[in-house]
């Protein structure tokens, strides 16, 4: 069955350090997302991608960059973490059309102190 | 620009009864909206969408919402609440003609007492 997974699932680290969040995605989907969930705020956009070689920033995107080299994968990478990027991180895909629903993957739970 | 609004942080019902969990949008144009549920330590789950036609949307876990667009509502409803359907629910919405990105409510915590 196709599914979207994240890796690693829990992550701590320290202020100051690079990470890396993995996302995969075995939907053949062109679109993908990486959203931060933090309490009373619901998902917020960080970064999409429509398709190969295409990025885009989200409402949230200072600190974090990604890349897209194939389908499958967008990564999303935190520069130089801070305590405030403390968050639950879900990656979702979708299929190209405006009306299609995401499918998210399990979260990485990231601290940074 | 695009929004959501869940006004209320959590709903409590008794197991049995009916539910219903608020959710407003505002749009340029037209609305895709969707819900989605959330249970502890799992990713968002699809449970609906609306994006033309018939107001009354069915969906997954006898879960419906129903568009007004009078109104700029998307209410998710069920007749009978189940203890299981416990669990955090968002409300979502894509401008037609938007970026492919969805904005999310704030989220709201259903509690279905037994």
């Known amino acids: 069955d196709a599914e979207i997974t994240q890796s690693p699932r829990h992550k701590i680290t320290e202020t100051g350090r690079q990470v890396t969040l993995a996302c995969h995605q075995t939907?053949?989907?062109?679109?993908m997302f990486w959203y931060r969930q933090d309490l009373g705020h619901g998902l917020r956009l960080i970064h999409y991608s429509y398709g190969v070689q295409d990025t885009n920033k989200g409402e949230v995107s200072d600190g974090y960059s990604v890349s897209r080299s194939n389908t499958e994968d967008l990564p999303l990478t935190l520069e130089s973490a801070a305590s405030s990027q403390t968050s639950v991180y879900f990656c979702?895909?979708?299929?190209?059309?405006?009306?299609?629903?995401?499918?998210f993957g399990p979260g990485t739970r990231l601290t940074v102190l | 620009a695009q929004s959501v609004a869940q006004p209320e942080d959590q709903v409590n019902v008794a197991e049995g009864n009916p539910l219903t969990v608020k959710c407003t949008y505002s749009?340029?144009?037209?609305?895709?909206l969707f819900w989605y549920v959330q249970y502890p330590n799992r990713g968002l789950q699809f449970l609906l969408k609306y994006i033309t036609g018939d107001n009354l949307v069915k969906g997954s876990y006898g879960f419906e919402a129903e568009f007004n667009k009078s109104q700029t509502s998307f209410h998710l409803k069920k007749p009978s609440a189940l203890v299981s359907d416990s669990a955090l629910y968002f409300c979502a919405v894509r401008e037609d003609g938007g970026r492919r990105a969805l904005t999310f409510g704030s989220g709201t915590r259903l509690q279905v007492q037994p």
């Open positions: 979702a895909s979708s299929e190209s059309g405006a009306y299609n629903e995401q499918f």
């Open positions: 749009v340029s144009g037209n609305p895709y």
């Open positions: 939907w053949n989907h062109n679109n």
